[in-house]
């Protein structure tokens, strides 16, 4: 169960002007993508939407780490093999996550594969990874281990265990390209929604943000706070829907590149960024830098803001642009 979730609290099916709103979903990468734009006529908005499936079909077959033909499994596959030639989007999105991994020491880090392959295969197999696998996968991480080659745009993974996961990053990413079609198409008013990495584009006519509720399931899906998003991003992350377990203990799908453990010093974490993309890596790292993590990111960027729920769920603290009720 999601510790807590995002709701989006205002959508009203008015018209304005010319513009009417549209909505439509699709499953993608295991999550729905829920689209809300205001647009001219239903044809353009279902254009719009169709492009939208396209992308993210072209985004799952470069970086899936689900199906053995994407450009990232055949990286995976040569690992300390040799180098394998990549799309330029490829490289590009390798390039931006390894910048991140240096803005967040480290703790976002998409070399993480092994470690977290060790962490499903033994909890699967009901126990915990052994001292001396943690070692050898950490031996396998680190995001100086990625040697890319610009000129002949290749990649090659220094090392034979080395495995990459863009799990922390792809749905974010997605949703700022779903984004940009629509801008493309001279749409500027609407929200994206894809599993829960969320992007606000201009509110509806008359309105100054789109409201978005953060939500903790169980207890009547309380509302904990509101968020009034315009040209935002905001990720949640944490043990919810996707979590290892071994003797009813659960552990986050959040590792620590550092020690190669599941995150434990929060819960959950809301970040919201001027992108969707930046939103989904910062709810990662601060999941395992805690609060620490949130205080040196808006000290360096004052419009990042987060909403960190510590060990024990109730104690909440807000940082940066996330105003606390
Ligand atoms: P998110 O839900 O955005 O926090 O992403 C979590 C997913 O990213 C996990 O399911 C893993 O696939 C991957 N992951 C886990 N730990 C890390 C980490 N420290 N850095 C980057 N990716 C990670
Ligand atoms: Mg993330």
Not at 188 to 196: A, D, K
Not at 290 to 301: H, L, N, P
Request: charged share 25%; with cysteine.
């Amino acid at each position: 169960m999601r510790l807590l979730a995002l709701l989006i609290l205002f959508f009203c099916s008015c018209s304005h002007g010319t513009e009417n709103l549209y909505e439509r979903s699709f499953y993608s990468m295991g999550s729905t993508v829920e689209l809300k734009f205001y647009s001219p006529s239903e044809e353009l908005f279902h254009r719009i939407v169709d492009a939208c499936v396209e992308r993210t079909r072209e985004i799952d077959w470069l970086f899936s780490n689900y199906r053995d033909d994407s450009i990232l499994a055949q990286v995976n596959r040569n690992a300390g093999v040799t180098p394998v030639p990549v799309p330029g989007e490829f490289l590009r999105l390798v390039r931006t996550s390894i910048r991140y991994s240096e803005l967040t020491e480290g703790a976002f880090d998409i070399t993480i594969g092994s470690l977290f392959e060790l962490w499903r295969a033994e909890t699967k197999a009901g126990r915990l990874p052994a001292r001396s696998r943690i070692r050898d996968a950490l031996g396998c991480t680190g995001f100086q281990k990625i040697k890319i080659d610009e000129v002949k745009s290749q990649v090659l993974l220094d090392g034979d265990c080395v495995r990459l996961d863009f799990g922390a990053i792809g749905k974010g990413y997605a949703v700022d390209e779903m984004v940009k079609i629509a801008r493309e198409n001279g749409i500027s008013r609407g929200l994206v929604n894809f599993g829960g990495n969320i992007y606000a584009m201009d509110p509806p006519a008359g309105r100054k943000s789109w409201d978005v509720g953060v939500r903790k399931p169980g207890s009547g899906n309380k509302i904990i706070s509101k968020l009034d998003l315009m040209r935002k991003g905001v990720a949640t992350s944490g043990d919810y829907e996707r979590y290892f377990e071994h003797e009813g203990k659960r552990y986050s799908h959040i590792i620590n590149p550092k020690t190669g453990w599941p995150a434990e010093d929060v819960t959950s974490v809301v970040a919201v960024s001027k992108s969707a993309t930046e939103a989904d890596v910062f709810s990662t790292a601060v999941s395992v830098l805690g609060s620490r993590g949130a205080k040196m990111f808006v000290r360096k960027d004052k419009s990042l803001g987060f909403l960190v729920v510590g060990k024990n769920g109730e104690e909440r603290s807000c940082f940066g642009s996330y105003k606390c009720p």
